[in-house]
């Protein structure tokens, strides 16, 4: 089974920012969180990833509870092309990744 | 940069033919390489992982003589589907990782191939 749940889906109206959560209350010290999107038929593209600070990049934000059982995917500015599954996911060296379901973000004009 | 080719990007292929789809990591070295499959509606679901110069580890119900996986360098690896059959009709992606991209375990996806076999 996956180590994370998502919602199934969810909407945004475009320009406005998004919020994508991800619970990953069984998380361990070494394992990264990453974050991935899908586009239909292609596949999937990295978004960003982090250990335990909040992270920054051109395409989104990532931040991380103090804890690190939960984080939060951060699209500042929705755009049509944003509309993609996104997988949150843990990851570590000596473990496989599994994929869940992911949440279907849909992005309204 | 990290970028992931694949080859072909479909195949549309007779049932009881043989069908070899190529993974390439095109500027980076990926030390590990894996392979998905993902049918409509769903996830993705990994089949197997293999690292360069070594054997693929396959997981659970996935049939190693059925799906052949050769990481043979750094930058390639192929999945030979033997006697294909219609239900192994599906969407195939590789990864691939490798030191200097992300963190040790990011993965860069290639953009799949769309195999249906009649």
């Known amino acids: 089974d996956a180590k994370t749940t998502q919602p199934n889906s969810m909407e945004s109206n475009e320009e406005e920012p998004v919020h994508l959560p991800c619970n990953h209350s069984t998380i361990s010290g070494t394992d990264y969180i990453h974050w991935y999107r899908q586009l239909p038929s292609q596949g999937p593209e990295y978004v960003i990833h982090g250990l335990t600070s909040n992270v920054n990049n051109r395409m989104a934000s990532l931040a991380i509870a103090e804890d690190r059982k939960s984080s939060t995917l951060i699209l500042h500015r929705a755009t049509l092309r944003d509309a993609a599954v996104y997988y949150c996911i843990l990851t570590t060296s000596y473990d496989k990744v599994i994929f869940g379901p992911g949440t279907s973000l849909s992005v309204i004009p | ?118």
């Open chain 2, 1 to 118: 940069g990290a970028v992931v080719s694949q080859h072909p990007s479909w195949v549309i292929c007779k049932s009881g033919t043989s069908v070899k789809i190529e993974c390439r990591s095109l500027d980076f070295q990926a030390t590990t390489m894996f392979w998905y499959r993902q049918f409509p509606k769903q996830s993705l679901m990994l089949m197997a992982t293999s690292n360069e110069g070594s054997k693929a580890t396959y997981e659970q119900g996935v049939e190693k003589d059925k799906f052949l996986i050769n990481h043979a360098s750094l930058t390639l690896s192929t999945l030979t589907v033997t006697s294909a059959h219609p239900e192994d009709s599906s969407f195939y992606i590789c990864s691939a990782s490798g030191p200097g991209r992300g963190s040790r375990e990011t993965q860069y996806f290639g953009p799949g191939t769309r195999l249906l076999v009649l």
